[in-house]
């Protein structure tokens, strides 16, 4: 079933049942969209692929880099509308104190979560522009998109273990 080549307009699936997550361990067998995070090229990627680790067709790169991917006001919608996988956004700055406490654990996220979830930061001092169309009032605030729309977002620090239970439960 070779369906590269980018027509079609997405997965087969006939209507969008509002699956949240393709089953643990299911023998599943489909593309997945993935924006790489060094050179933000549209990759393809069979799952299991990617599970096991897949490189960008363009940079040769990984995929799963299994760090927090920085967005700026470059990459940010392309990585909101083009990942397949749920992508999820700390909006944070330099200067915020809770914001430095939660880094070290968003990073174990994103080395955790790396085939789950797009784990990426978006600095709110930098990229102002962006904080304000969400209307980010305080941070961290965490915003989880799927298929190109926000489906939760959370203001205030998590430890590892809430950061995790919250993405899997909302991501
Ligand atoms: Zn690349």
Known sequence: ???????????????????????????????????????????????????????????????????????????????VAANDLPLVVDFWAPWCGPCRTMAPAYDQVAAQLASEARIAKLNTETESGIATRFGIRSIPTLIAFRNGREVARQSGAMDLPGLLRWIRANA
Request: charged residues 25%; contains cysteine; proline residues 8%.
């Open 1 to 79: 079933m070779p369906s590269y080549g980018g027509h079609g307009d997405g997965p087969k699936t006939g209507g969008d049942r509002a699956d949240r997550r393709i089953p643990k361990g299911a023998p599943v067998s489909e593309h997945l969209r993935v924006v790489c995070p060094h050179c933000d090229t549209t990759n393809r990627v069979l799952r299991e692929r990617l599970d096991a680790g897949a490189n960008c067709g363009s940079c040769k790169q990984a995929l799963l880099s299994g760090q927090p991917l920085e967005l700026t006001h470059a990459t940010f919608d392309h990585h």
